[in-house]
């Protein structure tokens, strides 16, 4: 195992390795008791890649067995391998190859996610999504994410950001009109979808968007810019005592505030009783 696998921990040998307690084994399983998973974190699929496949599969097969986990009354959801799938029926096959894992709600998602990162099926709104739905359902925070995905702190966060971008942004970046750069040198920038366009349309390169709004960045930077880390504390803090929070450091990073939001006079009056405490 190369140092790549190891760090993405459960990748794909764990996903199609028989020999634990999660596996049923391989069966042969008809394709209508198949259904996709609905938390796959990868939503555009390429039509033409599906129907070469199909053709492969035609003269070759499957392969690779898909991965499934088993639902009520005989049918089965997909783990991974959902492309193969959809080859599958579209070259006219009745039955599949699969594998049955046993795996709850919460780790299916993180397994769909790790399998697609490892193929590097996603794209980075797709791979975005997937975090931000890992984070509500799984009650992580962006450390934790790191862990599931292989991946470090910073990338998660980077990658998150992209979600503070117009939906009609982050589809231009979905349908590969836009790269992930020209993406992160829009975020926080005003007249988004706008600029967005003229850099379509311009064929403008990262470097030029970033000069553009270059004085955007500096503005906010010193206005708003705050560490990942820091919020992922507020995050925590609010969860905790019920309040909105704000932490501040001053410019040495060594002293600072915290704040406590109240929204009426009772709120208040608890924030002094539990400080009396």
Same mark, same amino acid.
């Given at each position: 195992?190369?140092?790549?696998?190891k760090k993405?921990?459960?990748?794909l040998g764990?996903?199609?390795?028989?020999? !634990?307690?999660?596996s049923d084994?391989?069966?042969n399983l !008809?394709i209508s008791?198949?259904r996709?998973n609905? !938390?796959?974190p990868r939503?555009k699929? &390429?039509?033409?890649?599906?129907?070469?496949l199909?053709?492969?599969i035609?003269?070759?097969?499957?392969?690779?067995?898909?991965?499934?986990?088993?639902?009520e009354?005989?049918?089965y959801e997909?783990i991974?391998?959902e492309?193969?799938w959809r080859?599958?029926q579209?070259a006219?096959?009745?039955?599949?190859?699969?594998?049955?894992k046993k795996?709850?709600?919460d780790?299916?998602?993180e397994?769909?996610l790790i399998? &697609?990162?490892q193929?590097?099926d996603?794209n980075?709104?797709?791979? *975005?999504r997937a975090?931000?739905?890992?984070l509500e359902? &799984?009650?992580?925070? !962006?450390e934790?994410?790191?862990k599931i995905?292989?991946?470090?702190?910073?990338?998660v966060?980077?990658?998150?950001?992209l979600?503070?971008?117009?939906?009609?942004?982050?589809e231009?970046?979905?349908?590969?009109k836009l790269?992930?750069g020209? *993406?992160r040198a829009?975020?926080g920038?005003?007249?988004?979808i706008?600029? *967005?366009k003229?850099?379509?349309?311009?064929?403008?390169?990262?470097?030029d968007?970033?000069?553009?709004t270059?004085?955007f960045?500096?503005q906010?930077k010193?206005t708003?810019f705050?560490?990942?880390?820091?919020?992922d504390?507020e995050?925590e803090?609010?969860n905790?005592?019920g309040?909105?929070?704000?932490?501040?450091?001053?410019?040495?990073g060594?002293?600072g505030?915290?704040?406590?939001?109240?929204?009426?006079?009772?709120?208040l009056?608890?924030?002094?009783?539990?400080l009396k405490r």
């Amino acid at each position: 195992m190369n140092k790549e696998s190891k760090k993405l921990g459960m990748g794909l040998g764990a996903l199609l390795s028989t020999k !634990n307690d999660f596996s049923d084994g391989l069966v042969n399983l !008809n394709i209508s008791q198949i259904r996709p998973n609905k !938390n796959q974190p990868r939503k555009k699929f &390429n039509q033409k890649e599906i129907e070469e496949l199909a053709t492969s599969i035609k003269s070759q097969g499957i392969l690779q067995p898909i991965v499934v986990r088993r639902l009520e009354e005989g049918s089965y959801e997909i783990i991974a391998g959902e492309r193969r799938w959809r080859a599958a029926q579209l070259a006219g096959m009745h039955d599949i190859d699969c594998i049955v894992k046993k795996f709850d709600e919460d780790k299916l998602l993180e397994v769909a996610l790790i399998e &697609n990162i490892q193929r590097e099926d996603l794209n980075v709104i797709e791979e *975005a999504r997937a975090y931000e739905l890992i984070l509500e359902k &799984n009650k992580t925070n !962006n450390e934790g994410l790191a862990k599931i995905s292989g991946k470090s702190p910073s990338h998660v966060s980077n990658i998150l950001r992209l979600l503070e971008l117009e939906k009609e942004i982050q589809e231009m970046v979905v349908d590969g009109k836009l790269s992930m750069g020209h *993406a992160r040198a829009l975020i926080g920038v005003p007249d988004g979808i706008k600029r *967005a366009k003229e850099i379509i349309e311009k064929k403008l390169s990262v470097r030029d968007v970033e000069n553009k709004t270059s004085k955007f960045k500096k503005q906010k930077k010193q206005t708003s810019f705050k560490d990942p880390n820091i919020l992922d504390l507020e995050k925590e803090l609010s969860n905790k005592i019920g309040l909105k929070t704000s932490i501040h450091f001053n410019e040495s990073g060594s002293s600072g505030s915290l704040t406590l939001y109240y929204s009426d006079l009772n709120q208040l009056d608890e924030i002094m009783k539990r400080l009396k405490r």
